[in-house]
């Protein structure tokens, strides 16, 4: 087999299925967080007295944003699980998405979310929990080829479960 | 061998301008959300950017003046002031963004805390701009910037779908709010001013006259050129790596690892060489393109051919700039987001930058034979509303989209 196709067949593993709805906003919006300085006070206000609330959409997008950071995070892990990479690189990119995660679990688990929609929250928070600590062992061990395979395999199920919940929904 | 090695101001000026920090994951995203769709926009952006530097560089070559004294004297002292106020802010918030691109990129590669590779980066850069002369800071990054043509061997590599990469080249109208903030995104990326600043400031720094007008067209053509073949190449590669597994390219290290997927550590290497090369040009560019405004505007003696203190006002302009955009970056603001909101905001100092170059440019008092014809007064017309159709819809875009939030 080529290592093209190979390639190919490695990254369209499990994603055959249509993207999340809602998918495009979500990941735009977690990239380009409001520079205001009022909202960012509004947000931390919010957040701080539990006022925040979640919508369907809302709580859809997160768990659209928990599926990219864990795709990506599956792709990381199998440079590092094929020794096609650089450790460096791999650590520093393994914190940053494992942040990302962690910052996704923060912002759910501070809103409130409307009716009916708790279970789903919190299973999403405990998702992108898994998801951070997937990262984390890539970031600690980036060399480690093995443990790289494993990492790949946990964050290609976290992927998975994402688009069961939403698919739940 | 010599027509290669002069078109090295148009190859920074446009890769600088075209694949700066922003850029580089901007076009990555557009390709991750839209696929091939958004491809018609960097044409439109480069045969703007293409016509009007040809024209700044052309008036520069004739008239031995550069944009911001054409600025200047066309528009007089209150909107010129206007003019330079905003374009500054632009220039600041792009070196912020550059000097946190560069410590980024230093980052993936050597895994070093964020502050001392800014302090680094920025240092660094004054050093080079201080040692380098023009022509030799033109040629380290222009081309040592070519190293991210790994990104064309990568779509190539993966086998475009050309059916859909000829339909992505026709314009098309959709309903998304968050596809006009690409378009305009896209396209005002590439319309950049500093661009203009930067490439005309460079065509009299090298001292052009209009002898020289064909190593202008050839600067455009190839140099503008090369910064949109790499353009579309990210979003290319994008659309078949990133679009269809759901990937969310938020940061530089996703960029990067899109080379790396094919080329494994080879590709990762010479792709965030690339980047930093890019990056760091653009963090020259934008500062020094700054020192030019503002020492043409208040008549200072200026120029990087100058010794240090035969132009004291021009240096220490530039060196403030980069030492205010560290501070800046050390603020913690996001490099990905201060320089998609300089794009943003870059527009509405876009038609006070490009409307005293046209009339100049047309103007045979001033051009003589050179002065514009028939196509290049018509294109720069049509472009110049089309600038300020961007003007008006950016910052009501930005907000509608939550900065393409949705």
């Keep these: ?169 | 061998m010599k027509a290669l090695l002069q078109i090295a101001l148009g190859i920074i000026a446009a890769i600088g301008g075209f694949l700066d920090i922003g850029d580089l994951v901007f076009n990555i995203q557009a390709g991750a959300i839209f696929g091939y769709d958004l491809l018609w926009a960097v044409l439109v952006g480069v045969l703007g950017i293409g016509v009007y530097a040809e024209m700044s560089g052309r008036v520069a070559a004739v008239t031995k003046r550069p944009v911001f004294d054409v600025i200047r004297e066309r528009l007089g002292f209150t909107a010129g002031l206007v003019t330079l106020v905003a374009s500054q802010v632009v220039n600041l918030l792009t070196v912020t963004a550059e000097i946190g691109g560069v410590a980024i990129v230093l980052q993936l590669l050597f895994d070093a805390p964020f502050s001392l590779f800014a302090l680094l980066g920025a240092l660094g850069l004054i050093v080079v701009i201080w040692v380098l002369p023009f022509g030799g800071i033109e040629r380290v990054f222009g081309y040592v910037g070519l190293l991210l043509f790994v990104f064309v061997a990568a779509a190539l590599h993966h086998g475009p779908d050309w059916s859909a990469v000829g339909g992505g080249l026709v314009p098309e109208a959709k309903s998304s709010s968050l596809y006009w903030y690409f378009v305009i995104g896209v396209i005002a990326a590439a319309l950049m001013p500093y661009e203009v600043y930067f490439y005309s400031s460079g065509a009299v720094e090298e001292r052009w006259g209009p002898k020289d007008l064909r190593v202008n067209r050839l600067n455009v053509v190839v140099g503008y050129g090369v910064g949109a073949v790499l353009s579309m190449a990210l979003m290319i590669v994008a659309a078949q790596l990133y679009e269809p597994t759901g990937v969310d390219p938020s940061s530089l290290g996703t960029v990067a690892l899109a080379a790396q997927i094919p080329f494994g550590e080879i590709g990762l290497l010479v792709a965030l060489l690339g980047m930093l090369a890019a990056i760091g040009g653009a963090a020259i560019d934008a500062s020094l393109a700054g020192a030019y405004n503002l020492a043409q505007f208040l008549g200072w003696e200026w120029g990087k051919y100058r010794r240090a203190r035969d132009a004291p006002r021009f240096t220490i302009t530039w060196v403030c700039f980069l030492l205010a955009a560290f501070a800046l970056a050390m603020t913690g603001v996001d490099p990905v987001d201060v320089t998609e909101y300089s794009v943003v905001f870059s527009v509405v100092a876009l038609p006070l930058t490009y409307l005293p170059v046209l009339l100049i440019a047309r103007d045979r008092t001033f051009m003589g034979e050179h002065a514009n014809g028939r196509i290049a007064t018509t294109l720069g017309w049509i472009y110049l509303v089309l600038i300020v159709g961007l003007a008006v819809t950016a910052i009501p875009l930005l907000l509608a989209t939550n900065a393409g939030g949705g």
Excluded: N
């Excluded at chain 1, 093209?4 to 967080?33: E, F, I």
């Excluded at chain 1, 094929?82 to 791999?90: G, I, S, Y």
């Design chain 1, 1 to 169: 087999m080529s290592s093209v196709v190979r390639t190919r067949l490695m990254l369209s593993h499990h994603t055959a299925r249509p993207r999340l709805p809602g998918l495009a906003a979500g990941y735009a919006q977690r990239v380009r967080r409001p520079s205001s300085s009022w909202l960012l006070v509004l947000a931390a206000g919010l957040a701080a007295t539990g006022c925040g609330g979640l919508s369907r959409d809302e709580l859809e997008r997160g768990i659209g944003s928990l599926e990219a950071t864990a795709v990506e995070g599956r792709i990381l892990a199998l440079g590092a699980a094929q020794d096609r990479t650089k450790a460096t690189f791999t650590r520093v990119h393994a914190r940053d998405l494992a942040e990302q995660a962690q910052h996704e679990a923060e912002k759910l688990a501070d809103a409130s979310p409307d009716a009916g929609l708790d279970g789903t929250r919190d299973r999403a928070v405990a998702l992108a929990g898994r998801i951070a600590d997937a990262l984390s062992a890539l970031q600690t061990r980036p060399g480690a080829e093995d443990g790289a395979l494993e990492v790949r395999d946990r964050l290609q199920q976290a992927a998975d479960e994402a688009a069961r919940l939403v698919a739940a929904r």
